[in-house]
């Protein structure tokens, strides 16, 4: 069955959760007003409570803003509108095909490690070729779903003491997630963010030495017996979803950045 998420207990008003969007993309009212071609003193009045917009300027407003479509609906229930933008299980029978290309994308990519991963980062789906990396994790507690992949590469029991530059891997993860932070300003993806602070270590970047992929992106460097595995990644979105749901799932697919690693995964990691 389809549904919506339930409206947050501040978005009460429409006004001051469109000056919230807009202040945190860091857009003046003249700035918006522009992109979305209205005048400043009709936005003005809208985030004021002078005037109420209509469901069309809210997803106007919403798309210059570049709301997430989970924040849509939430600006539409605060102006007193059914939401726009359904939100389904992930095992939802509407989602199969979506889900089927998803593990496609996922199988094709083997030897190489992949992950699906939801707005929390939370694992979705995963390919064989991961399951080697994430059996390394020495506490149980951080494979029982769901499986959180942040959680789990940082944690001093998950795969963090087998990470060679954790500082710079650190790093990385904490500017994608503050993107992400400010981006849904979701609020578990805050506490998540405080969460992984308290663990051990710094977050530092280090210059790479000369050659490595660390010149065109973070590599992920892993200690994996007796080898040192050198990853790249990318990251891939279902661009036109209109679903909540499937908007915010993610595919994050690692390459070897060296060929000691390409062979070290073609020969499954033996």
Not at 4 to 11: E, F, I, K, N, Y
Not at 46 to 62: C, F, Q
Not at 231 to 251: K, M, Q, R
Request: hydrophobic share 45%; proline share 9%.
């Amino acid at each position: 069955m389809n549904h919506v998420s339930a409206l947050p207990p501040r978005a009460t008003e429409i006004g001051p959760l469109l000056r919230e969007w807009r202040n945190r993309r860091r857009m003046s009212q003249l700035d918006l007003a522009l992109e979305a071609e209205i005048s400043q003193r009709h936005l003005s009045f809208v985030e004021s409570g002078r005037a109420a917009p209509s469901r069309d300027m809210i997803l106007h407003l919403a798309d210059h803003l570049d709301v997430p479509l989970r924040q849509r609906n939430h600006l539409l229930l605060a102006a007193g509108f059914a939401p726009t933008f359904t939100e389904r299980a992930i095992d939802d029978p509407d989602l199969e095909p979506a889900m089927k290309a998803v593990e496609r994308v996922l199988k094709v990519h083997e030897p190489n490690p992949a992950i699906a991963v939801d707005r929390h980062w939370n694992l979705v789906a995963a390919n064989d070729a991961i399951k080697p990396f994430m059996a390394a994790a020495t506490d149980p507690k951080l494979l029982e779903p769901p499986v959180n992949v942040l959680r789990l590469s940082l944690h001093p029991q998950g795969l963090a003491p087998l990470i060679v530059n954790l500082g710079e891997w650190r790093a990385h993860l904490f500017e994608r997630l503050k993107r992400l932070v400010d981006a849904s300003g979701d609020p578990k993806l805050i506490e998540l963010e405080a969460e992984l602070q308290a663990y051990p270590g710094t977050a530092t970047r280090t210059p790479p030495p000369k050659g490595e992929a660390g010149l065109i992106a973070v590599p992920l460097r892993l200690r994996f017996g007796p080898a040192i595995l050198s990853f790249i990644s990318t990251i891939t979105v279902f661009g036109t979803a209109l679903d909540v749901t499937l908007s915010e799932l993610a595919v994050e697919s690692f390459f070897p950045a060296d060929e000691e690693t390409a062979a070290a995964l073609r020969q499954n990691l033996r």
